[in-house]
């Protein structure tokens, strides 16, 4: 429990150093990002990706960072993703090698403590900035299940296939294939 007292204090402590432009919105705190943290382009890819991956961030040097999320999510769901690479980034976590999207057979270099660290963080930024004034029940129960995630649960890896196989069954995308 100390390590999440921890972790949510450190977050806190970014949270506390941004100041984006009002009113919030994610494109606007991109930029913001991008112009003043990172002094480099970020841009922003919707793609299908693979079962098991939702997003993930790469820098090209000279060329700036690229966030790829996946399409098929509500926006809700993509304003996350977004906030949870960016968080990668505030973190000083590495992106993804380039390299590495080339060859579908290896794994993303993500797990752990940082993913933990980055959903935290995604759900302080969106807890902090994100909320409109009249208040946004998606983004507020959102960045309400962001703060108390429990990764526990991937202490238990033979209950993931167990979930994952009876959500996949149910969901299809529009030419018939689970949706991830």
Do not use: K
């Not at 990002?33 to 480099?40: A, F, G, K, N, T």
């Amino acid at each position: 429990m100390g390590d999440l007292r921890e972790i949510r204090r450190a977050c806190a402590r970014i949270v506390a150093t941004l100041d984006p432009p009002r009113p919030w919105d994610l494109a606007g705190f991109v930029e913001y990002v991008s112009r003043e943290i990172r002094h480099q382009p970020i841009h922003l890819t919707g793609r299908q990706l693979p079962p098991g991956v939702t997003s993930f961030w790469f820098h090209v040097p000279g060329r700036g960072d690229w966030i790829v999320y996946e399409e098929r999510s509500v926006p809700q769901h993509q304003l996350h993703l977004v906030l949870h690479e960016i968080g990668h980034m505030l973190l000083g976590h590495p992106g993804v090698d380039p390299r590495m999207l080339a060859d579908p057979t290896l794994a993303l270099p993500y797990g752990g403590r940082q993913e933990h660290e980055a959903e935290l963080l995604a759900g302080a930024i969106l807890n902090r900035f994100g909320a409109s004034p009249g208040g946004d029940p998606v983004a507020d129960d959102l960045a309400r299940a962001m703060e108390t995630f429990d990764p526990s649960w991937e202490a238990t890896p033979h209950v993931r296939p167990i979930l994952f196989g009876r959500t996949a069954a149910r969901r299809r995308d529009r030419g018939g294939g689970p949706v991830a």
